[in-house]
């Protein structure tokens, strides 16, 4: 209902409902030289030929990019052997859950989330006019019989991070299946596999072989981890045909920008970038674990290119935190993930490993 008496334009009361989006720092006052581990960007920067994709393009600005990103869905589709027309690009993947989530939600409707999930899913889905659930997890893991309980008649859209950011976890495929199995038909699955490229689990799969078997699971994919290219913001989603149609039809017209498809396009042709990024990561994921942990510290389990350490209390989290900015490390505080006794730290280069590791054991040291 408008408010005839109001002076001022008034938002819809779920706008004023949700915390904005605080993302990871990039500047410490003071300090020249920062380490950067709190957005999950990658060990390696963008791949070269995308740098040049990028600088090639810079005479071509003027011109409208191809709105139906064509191009590079085909190379997106050639790739991971998939229906390129099943495919849709968007301006990062939050484009295109903020679309599902207005597209299937809005009022009278739940969406559904665990309870450490990724928080765009509940800006979303609040801003959709949705109640978002958020559903207690198993050690910091999906929980598929308290999302499968949680589901009401109004259910529309359930939402996983397969593996999950902020906690690294990742549910074990059949139990994935399970979940799909026993949600109903109308209940649109979004598997979001922004970290697919590090998982190492051996029966994973990001998500494609459960939009082929039904018509109501999309997954969705990104280009800024592996990638690099989180300045870029190109996002993709690969789904039934009727939903990638939904959202082909609300997206903005020309959201995926000239220089962000060419970027992407050159990144995808990088030769052997995937490839080195997981064997960098894999091998120092577990070395920056152990010496975290042999700091006495607690590292969760991580599919991810991160990692989420836990130091018992908030106050030691805080303290550890502070410590590290004192040293030019900024990590990810997690408190507005309801976490406020972790920290998570992306997996860096060698060196930045071996700096936050030094730098997390001195605080340690500091605390006995
Ligand atoms: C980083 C991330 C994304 C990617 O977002 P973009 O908008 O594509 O940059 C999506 N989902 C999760 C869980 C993420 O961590």
């Given at each position: 209902?408008?408010?005839?008496?109001?002076?001022?334009?008034?938002?819809?009361?779920?706008?004023?409902?949700?915390?904005?989006?605080?993302?990871?720092?990039?500047?410490?006052?003071?300090?020249?030289?920062?380490?950067?581990?709190?957005?999950?960007?990658?060990?390696?920067?963008?791949?070269?030929?995308?740098?040049?994709?990028?600088?090639?393009?810079?005479?071509?600005?003027?011109?409208?990019?191809?709105?139906?990103?064509?191009?590079?869905?085909?190379?997106?589709?050639?790739?991971?052997?998939?229906?390129?027309?099943r495919?849709?690009?968007?301006?990062?993947?939050?484009?295109?859950?903020?679309?599902?989530?207005?597209?299937?939600?809005?009022?009278?409707?739940?969406?559904?989330?665990?309870?450490?999930?990724?928080?765009?899913?509940?800006?979303?889905?609040?801003?959709?006019?949705?109640?978002?659930?958020?559903?207690?997890?198993?050690?910091?893991?999906?929980?598929?019989?308290?999302?499968?309980?949680?589901?009401?008649?109004?259910?529309?859209?359930?939402?996983?991070?397969?593996?999950?950011?902020?906690?690294?976890?990742?549910?074990?495929?059949?139990?994935?299946?399970?979940?799909?199995?026993?949600?109903?038909?109308?209940?649109l699955?979004?598997?979001?596999?922004?970290?697919?490229?590090?998982?190492?689990?051996?029966?994973?799969?990001?998500?494609?072989?459960?939009?082929?078997?039904?018509d109501n699971?999309?997954?969705?994919?990104?280009?800024?981890?592996?990638?690099?290219?989180?300045?870029?913001?190109?996002?993709?989603?690969?789904g039934p045909a009727a939903v990638i149609d939904a959202i082909?039809?609300?997206?903005?017209?020309?959201?995926?920008?000239?220089?962000?498809?060419?970027?992407?396009?050159?990144?995808?042709?990088?030769?052997?970038?995937?490839?080195?990024?997981?064997?960098?990561?894999?091998?120092?994921?577990?070395?920056?674990?152990?010496?975290?942990?042999?700091?006495?510290?607690?590292?969760?389990?991580?599919?991810?290119?991160?990692?989420?350490?836990?130091?018992?209390?908030?106050?030691?989290?805080?303290?550890?935190?502070?410590?590290?900015?004192?040293?030019?490390?900024?990590?990810?505080?997690?408190?507005?993930?309801?976490?406020?006794?972790?920290?998570?730290?992306?997996?860096?280069?060698?060196?930045?490993?071996?700096?936050?590791?030094?730098?997390?054991?001195?605080?340690?040291?500091?605390?006995?």
């Amino acid at each position: 209902m408008t408010d005839p008496v109001a002076t001022a334009p008034v938002p819809r009361a779920s706008v004023l409902q949700i915390a904005a989006y605080v993302g990871g720092e990039h500047k410490l006052p003071g300090v020249n030289r920062v380490i950067k581990l709190s957005s999950n960007e990658g060990a390696f920067g963008p791949p070269p030929g995308a740098i040049a994709a990028f600088t090639k393009v810079a005479a071509e600005i003027h011109r409208y990019p191809d709105g139906g990103s064509v191009e590079l869905r085909r190379a997106l589709g050639a790739r991971y052997g998939l229906d390129a027309d099943r495919i849709v690009c968007g301006t990062g993947s939050d484009e295109l859950i903020t679309h599902l989530c207005h597209i299937y939600g809005g009022a009278g409707t739940d969406i559904l989330m665990s309870m450490h999930g990724f928080t765009m899913y509940q800006i979303a889905g609040t801003y959709a006019g949705s109640r978002v659930i958020k559903v207690p997890e198993q050690n910091l893991t999906t929980d598929v019989d308290a999302m499968l309980a949680a589901v009401t008649p109004e259910t529309t859209i359930v939402f996983v991070a397969h593996p999950n950011n902020p906690t690294g976890s990742l549910l074990p495929q059949s139990e994935l299946r399970r979940l799909r199995d026993g949600l109903p038909a109308h209940v649109l699955l979004a598997i979001d596999s922004a970290y697919a490229e590090y998982v190492e689990a051996a029966e994973y799969d990001a998500g494609a072989a459960l939009v082929d078997a039904g018509d109501n699971t999309i997954m969705l994919r990104t280009f800024s981890k592996v990638f690099g290219l989180g300045g870029m913001r190109v996002g993709w989603a690969y789904g039934p045909a009727a939903v990638i149609d939904a959202i082909n039809r609300v997206r903005g017209v020309f959201n995926v920008n000239i220089a962000a498809q060419a970027a992407a396009l050159a990144a995808l042709a990088e030769p052997g970038w995937v490839e080195k990024c997981r064997a960098h990561n894999t091998e120092w994921r577990a070395k920056l674990a152990a010496a975290i942990t042999a700091a006495g510290v607690k590292v969760w389990p991580t599919e991810g290119n991160f990692l989420l350490t836990d130091f018992g209390t908030a106050e030691r989290a805080k303290a550890a935190d502070a410590h590290l900015r004192s040293h030019g490390i900024i990590v990810r505080a997690m408190a507005s993930y309801d976490l406020p006794q972790c920290l998570r730290i992306t997996v860096g280069t060698a060196e930045e490993c071996g700096l936050v590791a030094d730098a997390v054991a001195g605080f340690m040291r500091s605390q006995a």
